[in-house]
């Protein structure tokens, strides 16, 4: 997945857990919860449509590391070409 896949998988992710939130609108180093003002059920529902639709799996110990939209791009880039 490049970054454009990603981006565009995260927004349609996004939309079905909190439509109001905009992706656009968030720095690529900006938190995505404080961003978006994500609780923690909305960040976990996020974490498991990501991995749903990068089939990717995504261990809890790794969440910290989709925080961010250019953590999110390393981490699915990194682990989807070792998939």
């Not at 976990?44 to 939209?69: A, C, H, M, R």
């Amino acid at each position: 997945m490049n970054a454009t896949d990603i981006r565009a998988l995260a927004a349609n992710v996004l939309a079905g857990i909190a439509p109001e939130a905009d992706l656009a609108s968030v720095g690529e180093h900006e938190d995505l919860r404080e961003a978006l003002d994500l609780d923690s059920m909305d960040f976990l529902n996020f974490i498991i449509g990501l991995s749903q639709g990068s089939g990717v799996n995504i261990p809890e110990s790794d969440y910290p590391k989709l925080f961010t939209l250019a953590g999110m791009h390393g981490y699915l880039s990194r682990q989807g070409s070792s998939a």
